[in-house]
Nanobody, 127 residues
Framework: QVQLVESGGGLVQAGGSLRLSCAAS????????MGWFRQAPGKEREFVAA??????????RYADSAKGRLTISRDNAKNTVYLQMNSLKPEDTAVYYC??????????????????WGQGTQVTVSS
């Protein structure tokens, strides 16, 4: 069983920055592929960024909307994955979810590869 707890969301003006954190339980965190997804009101949950486990050399993968503005990283010593968000836009407003895949080493944009999810943290970007 893996528990994920997100933090760091909030209200920010357009052009601003936020850093989301996701603290995970589990003894083999470094082997998990980790992902960030988001869901805006009335829309489906969509992929934002993912980072592979240690056997995938912690390679990262991004949605086109995230490239150049958002950066995913992880600290295996702290069992934590981060999402640094810069140059935020109103369309980034959503609930952001952290996800863990205990069976998939590569960074994946497919929700079905993730077997644990956090409760979500709200990000609101005002214009």
């Amino acid at each position: 069983q893996v528990q994920l707890v997100e933090s760091g969301g909030g209200l920010v003006q357009a052009g601003g920055s936020l850093r989301l954190s996701c603290a995970a339980s589990g003894r083999t965190f470094s082997s998990y592929a980790m992902g960030w997804f988001r869901q805006a009101p009335g829309k489906e949950r969509e992929f934002v960024a993912a980072i592979g486990g240690v056997l995938a050399a912690h390679t990262a993968r991004y949605a086109d909307s995230a490239k150049g503005r958002l950066t995913i990283s992880r600290d295996n010593a702290k069992n934590t994955v981060y999402l640094q968000m810069n140059s935020l836009k109103p369309e980034d407003t959503a609930v952001y979810y952290c996800a863990a895949s205990t069976n998939w080493r590569n960074p994946s944009d497919d929700r079905r590869t993730y077997d644990y999810w956090g409760q979500g943290t709200q990000v609101t970007v005002s214009s």
